[in-house]
């Protein structure tokens, strides 16, 4: 942005990362959820049709809840997730998960909304320094124990 004030370096390493890097969060999951909330979606919905998607008939409930919980918001439950989208008709359940034509048609829907998100998210930030910003908080989540492996 052209309008964001210049700080020197030494103010800006001397600033707290917890405070922006949930600035950060709060700002990018509270766009992200709004998107996917006019697909009457949840960020655990949207994860559950991309994982499906990617391996149709290759999942079933227990396996891909272990997989997702992870990135989930504390107590969050996987079962509700799957029966939504199954009372949907967007997936099937035989044993493995694959999604119907209309799961397929939602999950482009909210895909789209996404993208927009992710254009504003990224508008004035340049590829590089994007990367630079995500390896440095890689290192800072692995210095304090965390998983610093890309998902």
């Not at 998607?53 to 999942?59: E, M, T």
């Amino acid at each position: 942005m052209s309008d964001l004030r210049k700080y020197p370096t030494e103010e800006l390493a001397a600033q707290p990362i917890g405070y922006w890097s949930t600035a950060v969060s709060r700002a990018v999951l509270g766009r992200i959820r709004a998107e996917l909330s006019t697909e009457g979606l949840t960020q655990s919905h949207w994860w559950t049709l991309n994982h499906v998607a990617g391996d149709p008939g290759g999942w079933e409930r227990g396996p891909l809840a272990r997989k997702l919980l992870p990135f989930a918001d504390p107590g969050t439950e996987f079962g509700p997730v799957f029966d939504d989208l199954v009372a949907r008709g967007w997936l099937t359940e035989s044993p493995g998960f694959t999604l119907t034509g209309a799961g397929e048609a939602g999950r482009l829907r909210a895909r789209a909304l996404l993208g927009a998100a992710h254009e504003q998210i990224h508008r004035g930030v340049p590829a590089d320094e994007y990367a630079a910003a995500v390896n440095v908080l890689r290192r800072m989540a692995g210095n304090l124990g965390g998983v610093s492996d890309l998902p």
